[in-house]
């Protein structure tokens, strides 16, 4: 049986309301800017964009995809309408448990209706954005796979990596030191080849979440999102370099990266919303062979001033992945964690705990802000009670405001794990470092049970009146 695949899910999407169809939009500025019109309010549904000015129509541009947790919920094989803290729970059993199936590989798919091989190759033909006004060019690759092999173990990884298109047969990846790509790529340059790639665009949105999320080293992403899907994504290897990639991916491309062979790259708007990276020289892709479906759908997950689709579908998995690395650390009570989405679900984590024991509330705040899940680009790492709710901002600031002993409370960390993204990095080539704040706003620990009681009715007074009074009250 062939896997559930983007138009599925888009089906799903549809069903419960959630998405806007727009005719006529041209992609120099008009896409990207109804994108971020959308983008500005979470929630909004997702956008398909038809009948795009100088191009085939039914070559379609989709966006605005994982800005609800009703589209996130989908993808996922949840109900629609499970709770933020049901999503949080699913990303922490799944952290924990990394259940995963082995690829299968199938002669034929939908990506094989169109098969474009050397000089026939042409990115231009499909409808690329440019997202926002001051990017340096159209951007394929945002909502993508990147799949390459490990020269020695024959490990596939995919990562997301944005892609730029360059001309006919030529586009740009843009590989953060560390990455996986790049680590693979400098396997193949260190013994004097060319490096096999293969990108993808335009897969179920399950399977390009965890592309974009830090999966372990030597584990594969298409054998992780076959534990989603409880049964083997099926793929099928590209003619060239036999990369394997999901056979029912909407557009694929592959070809080879030279060592040395680079091409001026960006800017593009970033997830921290600034431009801060800036435009550098980054490793060339000289395409061999394009495939595509029948109407394909060009996907883009839009970096911007956050909240934003690059990271906000980031937020419940780092909130469970958090969680689940401060329970392996041998932390007790932990009862909610959240990354907030205005910082970009990275610079703002809030963690609730059960106060057991002095020093508790500390030691979370220093794990959570330096464990691998919470630690790249982390700013604020605030630490509240159990009675608050950390997804609650009014309730949050209400602690931070009234519970913080300023004396002990706060603690600056200088040269934590950044980024160039980062607009408050510290400068240095390769060794991007920032500081970064934990706020203990929890009530003090020797004074939590004669702490003044709070003002607002109790959840048992809560319940009886709810019970009788629920017609009358705010829904
Ligand atoms: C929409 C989106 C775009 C991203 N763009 C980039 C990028 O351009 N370069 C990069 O190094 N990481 C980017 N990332 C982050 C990586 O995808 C992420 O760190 C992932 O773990 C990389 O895969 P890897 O762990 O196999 O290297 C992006 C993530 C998302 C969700």
Redesign the pocket.
């Known amino acids: 049986m062939a896997n559930k695949d983007l138009r599925d899910w888009l089906a799903d999407v549809e069903a419960n309301g959630e998405l806007k169809r727009i005719n006529g939009a041209e992609p120099q500025e008009e896409i990207g800017g109804i994108v971020d019109l959308y983008m500005r309010k979470m929630g909004n549904p997702a956008v398909l964009f038809d009948e795009v000015p100088n191009y085939t129509k039914g070559f379609r541009v989709l966006a605005n995809i994982l800005t609800s947790t009703p589209r996130i919920n989908l993808a996922l094989g949840l109900s629609a309408n499970a709770s933020e803290h049901e999503l949080v729970q699913w990303w922490r059993t799944y952290m924990r448990e990394g259940p995963s199936r082995p690829t299968k590989r199938v002669e034929r798919g939908p990506l094989m209706d169109n098969i474009l091989e050397g000089a026939a190759v042409d990115l231009n033909l499909i409808p690329t954005p440019i997202w926002h006004e001051h990017d340096g060019g159209p951007f394929i690759g945002?909502?993508c796979l990147v799949i390459m092999k490990d020269p020695d173990s024959g490990w596939i990884?995919?990562?997301?990596?944005?892609v730029q298109v360059q001309g006919s047969n030529v586009a740009t990846v843009?590989?953060?030191p560390?990455?996986?790509?790049?680590l693979l790529m400098n396997k193949y340059h260190e013994r004097g080849e060319k490096c096999p790639v293969a990108v993808v665009v335009g897969v179920h949105p399950a399977i390009?979440?965890l592309?974009?999320?830090?999966?372990p080293?030597g584990k594969s992403?298409l054998e992780a999102a076959g534990g989603i899907f409880g049964e083997s994504v099926e793929v099928l290897n590209m003619p060239k370099t036999g990369l394997p990639v999901p056979a029912n991916a909407e557009i694929a491309f592959e070809g080879y990266i030279g060592a040395n062979d680079v091409l001026q790259e960006g800017p593009?708007g970033e997830?921290t919303g600034y431009y801060a990276g800036g435009s550098r020289p980054e490793p060339a892709i000289r395409i061999e062979t394009m495939m595509y479906r029948n109407d394909p759908i060009l996907v883009g997950?839009i970096?911007a001033v956050p909240p934003n689709?690059?990271?906000f579908?980031?937020g419940a998995y780092r909130c469970g992945a958090v969680w689940s690395q401060l329970e392996a650390a041998g932390i007790p009570g932990i009862t909610g964690v959240w990354a907030h989405e205005a910082g970009g679900s990275r610079f703002w984590l809030t963690i609730a705990i059960k106060q057991l024991y002095g020093g508790h509330a500390k030691q979370v705040g220093m794990v959570a802000s330096h464990c691998h899940a919470g630690a790249y680009c982390n700013r604020w790492t605030i630490v509240v009670d159990d009675d608050i709710d950390p997804t609650n901002t009014a309730d949050v600031i209400w602690a931070m405001s009234t519970r913080l002993d300023t004396r002990e409370g706060i603690d600056i960390i200088e040269g934590g794990w950044s980024s160039a993204l980062d607009p408050m990095c510290y400068d240095g080539d390769d060794d991007r470092r920032n500081g970064r704040v934990i706020v203990n706003a929890c009530k003090p620990f020797k004074r939590k049970d004669s702490f003044p009681v709070v003002a607002r009715s109790s959840k048992a007074l809560d319940a009886r009146i709810i019970a009788k009074w629920k017609s009358d009250l705010p829904s």
């Open positions: 945002t909502a990884n995919s990562g997301t990596y944005r843009m590989m953060s560390g990455k996986h790509g790049r390009f979440m592309s974009g999320l830090e999966i080293y992403e593009l997830w997950a970096p689709d690059n990271t579908y980031l």
